[in-house]
């Protein structure tokens, strides 16, 4: 499998986005993600918990049992320091696994949760179909992920993003994407376009990695890497204000019957 978070990466990200997180928003996008929930006691999946920042916030704001999940090894070495570090350890596991079904026995957990990792998943039917078998019936699904406006494809500054990066990524609409957690067995499916938020979060980070960040940036990678990415954060930018990236809210629940 190829590494897609490097160490030289996992740094790059956080000098943007601080310590444990691989996605914009910080503590705060977890919150409003998770935003009337009660998940006092509950056991909660984090697929694709990364360097365990979003995980290890709702270990200690929610009193959530979580479990994080995640394909590379370096993620997870890096989650369980961000663990101990928030004083979380005893409430949090992490598990490493291939990439396909998920490690877990049926109606495993109350709640999955994924923040801005769905998007790494090709297979979008076989994706939410598992989430579904692990949850409890009544249980939920509360994720944030990066999907596509319409046409993106069309967008020259998405093109450019997409050929900018080397990060393997699927997208697919809101609409596409509320249509197959149906499909999938799902209730009480809910999306929430968040791009009127990350046009104006992605416009600041672009101008913190083309000025105040370089050095720091350049510090942990070299000048030839960060030029190419800041270059692909500007493209970034510029396709979430034309609206081809669309960051969204996604909220559903496994029906008590079938």
């Not at 990524?169 to 809101?174: D, E, K, N, R, Y």
Request: contains cysteine; aromatic residues 8%; charged residues 25%.
């Amino acid at each position: 499998m190829d590494i897609q978070y490097p160490d030289e990466f996992i740094d790059r990200l956080h000098v943007v986005w601080g310590q444990g997180f691989l996605s914009p928003g910080g503590p705060e996008e977890v919150r409003e993600i998770v935003r009337g929930l009660d998940l006092e006691g509950k056991a909660l999946l984090d697929i694709g918990c990364g360097t365990g920042g979003p995980a290890s916030v709702l270990a200690k704001e929610t009193g959530a049992l979580v479990t994080g999940l995640d394909v590379e090894p370096q993620l997870l070495e890096r989650a369980r320091r961000t663990a101990e570090a928030a004083g979380v350890a005893d409430r949090m596991s992490f598990i490493l696994a291939e990439p396909g079904p998920l490690p877990f026995e049926a109606a495993r957990f109350d709640v999955v949760f994924s923040k801005d990792a769905l998007i790494h998943i090709p297979d979008k039917r076989a994706l939410y179909g598992e989430i579904l078998r692990v949850l409890k019936p009544g249980g939920i699904f509360a994720a944030s992920d990066w999907l596509a406006g319409a046409a993106a494809m069309d967008d020259p500054a998405f093109r450019r993003y997409v050929d900018l990066g080397h990060l393997k990524f699927t997208m697919a609409t809101a609409e596409e994407t509320a249509a197959i957690m149906r499909e999938s067995g799902f209730a009480e499916v809910a999306t929430r376009d968040r791009n009127a938020w990350f046009k104006e979060v992605s416009a600041r980070e672009a101008a913190a990695i083309a000025g105040p960040l370089r050095e720091q940036i350049i510090a942990v990678s070299d000048v030839q890497i960060y030029e190419r990415w800041r270059d692909g954060r500007k493209a970034l930018a510029e396709a979430t204000a034309q609206g081809s990236l669309r960051p969204t809210h996604l909220r559903a629940t496994r029906p008590l019957a079938a």
